[in-house]
């Protein structure tokens, strides 16, 4: 894919001083950052010849910090007065340590053509299937239900689901996607799936369809997971008219952002029955607000946005980061450069595409 920078001119080089971050770094991440800029500094094959100083504004010093910011790394979760940080004229690229970059792709950001922004979409996919199958699992065999019976010491038995035999749905078939297919196949399900980018299919999943025939992919699945982007066109964008389309009885798992669903469209479909059940690792409001009736349904399983979480979290975070430093100080295309109007990479430039052809 072709951007419109592709090579970093020297005159942006000479301007990037300072790199801040917001992620929770330990003393080691910053010095793997400094140690990285000060190789490209004594790199004579890299333009970069001063040094870049990092500073770490983990999320309480964002609002100070990031006006003065070349680059900036992290996931900020508090709200960024943007106006002020564009108004500041410094800002040059954005790393974020999420794949969703709901957190930074607002209009200003979006319009201004000197910021590019890349993400960490594919990063957490091996964690984020584990924690699709906690729910998954978790829903299918009613965990959530023997789990309230437990302060009763209540012994209930009745037939729970099976998932072999099932047809799967995926939207999304991105980095999660893909490693949730490819961890569900051996299950004794057919797969199917939707992508904005639909051509490359993986063995495993039976259609991969345009993301516009979501319906389709409803229609035909007894379970539907969601790992598409929250992106203009995404907000609100299942509902239910989709979720009327599935079969009686039907399950949904929610490991994307809550906000690409319609959550009042799901709690009716519940209440009504027609979904069996529900797994949602993210919700509409984070956290989901005391008199959501998802806390009440006896086949809703809750997680507080975890899939991301693991131990290698920040490593990996740290890793891609100075990656992408390289990368860009030589010019050379920045893994997981997003079309900032998407909000998600093109498959070429995606994190899984350059860990195929390090192998
Ligand atoms: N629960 C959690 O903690 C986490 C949630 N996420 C969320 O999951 C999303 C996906 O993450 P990754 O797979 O790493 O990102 P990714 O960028 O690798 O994958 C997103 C995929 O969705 C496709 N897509 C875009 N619009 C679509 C549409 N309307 N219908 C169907 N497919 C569409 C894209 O072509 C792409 O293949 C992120 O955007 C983020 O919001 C990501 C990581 C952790
Ligand atoms: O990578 C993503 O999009 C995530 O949702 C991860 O969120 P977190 O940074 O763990 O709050």
Redesign the pocket.
């Known amino acids: 894919m072709s951007h419109p920078r592709e090579r970093l001119p020297a005159n942006e080089i000479d301007s990037v001083r300072r790199v801040v971050l917001c992620y929770p770094a330990l003393p080691r991440h910053i010095e793997q950052l400094e140690a990285t800029l000060a190789e490209l500094k004594a790199d004579p094959n890299c333009p970069l010849n001063h040094d870049v100083e990092v500073v770490d504004a983990g999320q309480e010093r964002i609002d100070e910090l990031l006006p003065t910011a070349d680059i900036f790394i992290g ?1 900020a ?1 508090v709200p960024v007065d943007w106006d002020r940080v564009l108004a500041a004229g410094r800002l040059g690229w954005i790393q974020s ?4 970059l709901d957190h930074c792709l607002v209009p200003g950001v979006i319009a201004n053509p000197n910021i590019m922004v890349s993400s ?1 979409s594919g990063l ?1 996919a091996p964690q984020v299937a584990e924690q699709t199958f906690a729910l998954l699992f978790g829903v299918l065999r009613r965990i959530g239900l023997f789990e309230r019976a437990r302060p009763k010491r209540e012994f209930i038995r009745l037939p729970t689901e099976d998932l072999r035999g099932k047809t799967v749905g995926i939207v999304g078939l991105g980095g999660n996607g893909r490693a949730i297919a490819a961890k569900l196949a051996p299950w004794d399900v057919r797969l199917i799936a939707t992508d904005y980018y639909p051509e490359d299919c993986p063995p495993e999943v039976e259609t991969l369809w345009p993301a516009e025939r979501v319906n389709d992919l409803f229609a035909a699945s007894d379970i539907v997971i969601l790992t598409l982007p929250l992106n203009s066109s995404t907000r609100k964008w299942i509902g239910a008219e989709q979720i009327a389309a599935m079969k009686p009885g039907g399950y949904l798992i929610n490991v994307a952002r809550g906000q690409v669903l319609d959550e009042e469209a799901l709690v009716d479909a519940l209440k009504s029955g027609h979904l069996a059940g529900a797994g949602v690792d993210v919700t509409y409001t984070e956290p989901l607000p005391e008199n959501s009736p998802l806390w009440d349904h006896p086949n809703v399983l809750i997680t507080p ?1 975890v ?3 693991s131990a290698r ?1 920040v490593d990996d975070s740290n890793e891609l980061a100075c990656v992408n430093l390289r990368r860009y100080f030589h010019g050379e295309t920045i893994i997981n450069r997003v079309d900032k109007n998407l909000g998600f990479p093109h498959p070429h430039d995606s994190h899984a595409a350059w860990v195929r052809s390090q192998s």
């Open positions: 996931h979760k340590s999420a794949a969703g960490a957490f946005h899939g991301a979480q979290r």
